[in-house]
């Protein structure tokens, strides 16, 4: 293995938007053979930092050089990057859903036999990388069909064979379960001790800590700071990023369980899930936990009205709920905030206040006019709260990095004042510091008399947050477990969740 040689090297990056100046004077270095965890709040400019790399983005003319293999490079499109041994893996994988795996190996460059295709050399060749990195997919498989997971697997293996030094994750784990995660961390140490280097964005410390050999701080656009993962904690790095110190993420103090607000029976649908049965209470957070596609969001879609169960029974507050659509969940008092903003949970040509907003207008309005003030004051107070990154509540929220896009989502879910609130992975994406202000808004509901139920596929949340926990494998009820049966941060425990969702007894 080729350690300590230097692969890529950043000087001096700015980068501005209209009214934001996303980067100012960004250093970074990746060696070969070292995985390099880039970290930073919501809106720090990672992603930013990354496109402009990458050559999506054009960095500002006062910039100094990229430096690939101790030469000056220019780059001005992916393509070009690609082509200098630059890669990057996006959250929302970016290829072609509707082909074959092998296809979309080859997207742009098939071989060609005498003007023919040649799909069996194509074939063959995708087979012999994915071998090679020891990755279990079929490379006639289509490409939607996989998990996200193998998704991922097939873009890093593509990235691979175009003969990849340096190689880019930005928040590939956000959609992941913990055992996916696991796989794909030994894929990343595969590349590494190929003398690849690589670079990772998360959210999430303890992959950091798992994963990383060294750890870059950026901070409202600038360079902090470079440590060696092996001298630092927790801490420090949450020092580095917020500029204070958070304490206790999960240390809700939180009132007794009261009576029971929503009781499901036997709720069932055909090949999706199958006898279902929980309730929530009042003022507790009732944890649902499965790995992605367990059925889990099939569940809390079918009591909210988003989709329709075969049979069983919801009943709210004692009376027999039969919500159709959501609009039916809404006017109930069930507020459901789903996994996908993109596409479900966010008008991204909308301005941040009028997403913030979208469910509270008949509150701001009088005889149907909308009070302009009320409504600049709550977007203004969720801002406040929940530190989102922008220049003013009026951006489009679009424009808002990916963290903060998500706490617009919540404060729209927030301010809606529902009885039930169903959160389907609620902090996707939010920064150390304001995942800390989440949780005591959703703590300060639970003293308003609210109930929370929680999804989610990141264990040290929902062990650290919910009262109980449901237990979901591919739509099979695997159990209640209750919050004395585990602690938080033990090996075994998170074990024992993982096994339970994957259909273990
Ligand atoms: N197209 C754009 N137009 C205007 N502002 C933008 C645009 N893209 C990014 N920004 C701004 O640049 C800043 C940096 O955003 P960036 O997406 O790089 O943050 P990030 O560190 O990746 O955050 P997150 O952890 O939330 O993904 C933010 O203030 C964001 O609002
Ligand atoms: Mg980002």
């Not at 006017?331 to 206040?353: A, N, P, Q």
């Not at 927030?414 to 959160?423: A, H, T």
């Amino acid at each position: 293995m080729v350690k300590e040689k230097e692969l890529l090297r950043v000087e001096d990056l700015h980068k501005s938007f209209p009214g934001v100046k996303a980067l100012k004077g960004i250093n970074f270095q990746v060696l070969s053979g070292e995985v390099h965890a880039l970290v930073g709040e919501n809106g720090a400019g990672k992603s930013t930092f990354i496109k402009c790399v990458m050559g999506v983005y054009k960095k500002d003319a006062r910039s100094g050089g990229i430096f690939v293999e101790n030469k000056e490079v220019d780059i001005h499109n992916p393509d070009q990057a690609m082509k200098l041994g630059l890669g990057a893996v996006y959250q929302d994988v970016m290829m072609a859903r509707h082909l074959t795996v092998a296809e979309n190996f080859f997207l742009g460059k098939l071989p060609h036999k005498a003007g023919i295709i040649d799909w069996r050399s194509a074939k063959k060749n995708t087979d012999k990388v994915l071998k090679e990195l020891e990755i279990d997919v079929d490379s006639s498989s289509i490409l939607g069909d996989l998990s996200i997971a193998k998704q991922e697997m097939v873009a890093i293996a593509k990235m691979y064979s175009n003969n990849c030094k340096v190689a880019i994750f930005d928040e590939p784990t956000a959609l992941l379960s913990t055992e996916e995660t696991d796989i794909l961390f030994s894929l990343i140490r595969r590349l590494r001790d190929k003398g690849m280097g690589i670079i990772y964005i998360s959210h999430r410390l303890e992959e950091i800590f798992e994963l990383t050999d060294r750890i870059t701080v950026f901070k409202d656009g600038t360079y902090v700071d470079t440590v060696r993962t092996e001298e630092v904690d927790e801490d420090r790095i949450i020092e580095l990023m917020v500029g204070r110190s958070v304490e206790d993420m999960y240390g809700l103090n939180k009132p007794s369980r009261g009576e029971t607000v929503l009781e499901v029976r036997n709720l069932s649908k055909k090949d999706v899930f199958e006898d279902i049965s929980f309730d929530v209470r009042k003022g507790e957070i009732f944890g649902m936990f499965g790995l992605v596609g367990s059925g889990r969001s099939d569940i809390v879609s079918s009591i909210f009205g988003a989709e329709k169960p075969d049979s069983g029974t919801v009943l709210l507050n004692g009376s027999e709920i039969n919500c159709k659509h959501p609009g039916d969940g809404i006017s109930r008092g069930i507020g459901f905030l789903t996994e996908d903003r993109k596409h479900t949970g966010l008008f991204m040509e909308l301005s941040c206040r009028d997403n913030t907003n979208a469910l509270s207008y008949r509150k701001m309005s009088r005889f149907g006019v909308i009070s302009r003030k009320k409504e600049a004051q709550n977007a203004d107070a969720f801002r406040d709260k929940l530190r989102i990154k922008t220049p003013s509540m009026g951006q489009l929220t679009k424009n808002l990095s990916g963290g903060n896009q998500q706490k617009v989502v919540l404060s729209k879910w927030l301010s809606n004042d529902s009885d039930l609130l169903i959160i389907d992975e609620p902090t996707v994406g939010v920064d150390v510091g304001a995942k800390v202000e989440i949780y005591k808004l959703l703590e300060s509901l639970l003293h308003q008399g609210k109930s929370i139920l929680m999804i989610s596929s990141y264990l040290p949340e929902v062990m650290g947050l919910a009262d109980r926990i449901l237990v979901v494998s591919e739509g099979r009820q695997m159990g209640i477990v209750e919050k004395n049966a585990y602690s938080l941060g033990n090996f075994d425990d998170e074990q024992k969740f993982i096994k339970l969702a994957s259909g273990i007894v």
